[in-house]
């Protein structure tokens, strides 16, 4: 995993498999707590919807390029698109339904990334409720028009071994329970990524066990769209037996701990989840802040803040430093539809962040005290 070359110390890339690029045109925007003192997820929201709704596809492009640029000089060579601003504010479909797709595709291929788009469905506000203006450009009107909008994005990137496109309902609070079974299988079929928000907050649980008398994970699993493809981004408020689901599915589960961290979402029960044997990865998200090794250390400590104590796993090979690394980076690249990184991150052992510390300690120092500045380059 880490070797000394004549470049200095090389690492797989690392992958960021949950990303909302538009998102990064919102930094410092939400920092400051509004008229109601109760600020949270659902307020934060708000202000990211006035955001989407003022982009037009060449701003979109140009934040994408910005988010995608950062992402890289971090040591990113993967991202996992999560991809819902479709259409224009007022919900009209551009000319070309696919043009803002094709514009975020764009910009990581000239940005030096490889892309998994993962086209998203949404449908609705909540159970029983209709769009908020705020959602209109995320929205279609049924499955069949999400699915028409993939198989022209398939086609487009056949030949385009940098890209990947996949599914993504965009939550149960957004996508009906019997709108998620045809895009499971359209997915399923067709050996696609298939990536889902599941259980972010307690309302969509909540909401979730109003509609259909089950908790999310207990939902998808009933529907048998759990599996090896399938992504459950999030997962902050899964109870054990959620995670057990998971990993008899094979499924992955992405943490995105910086985002969560910005947004209040709590801690997720890695515990749980690791011992059940789902697949752990990362993902940048909103892109608060651009620190993939912040994101991945954040899977053991964020663990100890939950649990109160230090190093809270045992991999089943070599150290929690290299597992780590591994989710990461190589279960990023799978979760996203790739066999694994396609280049290596650069770091100069002479690094001042590196300084006093031996050899046998430098993958630990690197995860655990890394950041950023440390990569020189991909190759």
Not at 48 to 56: G, I, Q
Request: hydrophobic share 40%; aromatic share 6%; net charge negative.
């Amino acid at each position: 995993m880490l070797a000394r070359t004549n470049e200095g110390l090389t690492l797989p890339a690392l992958t960021t498999a949950h990303s909302h690029a538009f998102q990064r045109g919102m930094r410092g925007l939400a920092q400051r707590r509004g008229a109601n003192p109760a600020d949270d997820f659902w307020t934060w929201r708000g202000q990211m919807y006035r955001v989407a709704t003022s982009l037009d596809p060449e701003s979109i492009e140009s934040i994408a390029r910005v988010a995608f640029a950062e992402l890289r000089r971090a040591g990113v060579d993967t991202v996992g698109e999560f991809h819902y601003v479709h259409h224009a504010p007022d919900g009209t479909p551009y000319a070309n339904r696919t043009e803002l797709a094709e514009r975020v595709v764009q910009a990581a291929l000239a940005e030096g990334l490889r892309v998994s788009l993962l086209r998203t469905a949404y449908f609705r506000a909540g159970p029983g409720r209709p769009p908020e203006p705020g959602q209109l450009r995320f929205c279609d009107p049924d499955p069949d028009v999400v699915l028409r909008d993939v198989e022209r994005l398939r086609a487009l990137y056949a030949n385009e071994p940098r890209v990947r496109v996949g599914l993504a309902p965009h939550s149960v609070r957004a996508v009906p329970r019997d709108f998620l079974v045809p895009l499971a299988e359209y997915a399923k079929t067709h050996d696609l990524p298939l990536h889902m928000h599941v259980a972010e907050q307690p309302r969509e649980v909540e909401e979730c066990l109003a509609e259909t008398g089950r908790r999310p994970a207990e939902l998808l699993a009933d529907l048998g769209i759990l599996g090896p493809r399938f992504v459950a981004v999030h997962a902050t408020q899964l109870l054990p037996h959620e995670a057990r689901l998971l990993g008899e599915a094979g499924a992955f589960a992405c943490v995105c701990a910086t985002t969560e961290r910005d947004l209040g979402d709590g801690l997720p029960d890695l515990g749980s989840l690791r011992e059940a044997g789902a697949r752990l990865c990362t993902g940048i998200d909103s892109h608060v802040i651009t620190d993939p090794f912040d994101d991945l250390r954040s899977l053991e400590t964020h663990e100890r803040l939950r649990t109160k104590a230090r190093v809270t796993f045992t991999p089943r090979e070599g150290t929690p430093a290299e597992q780590l690394w591994r989710e990461g980076s190589e279960h990023g690249a799978r979760a996203c539809g790739f066999d694994g990184p396609a280049k290596r991150i650069v770091i100069d052992p002479s690094h001042p962040s590196l300084a006093l510390v031996n050899d046998d300690a430098l993958l630990d120092a690197i995860v655990f005290g890394g950041h950023p500045g440390l990569v020189s380059r991909l190759v």
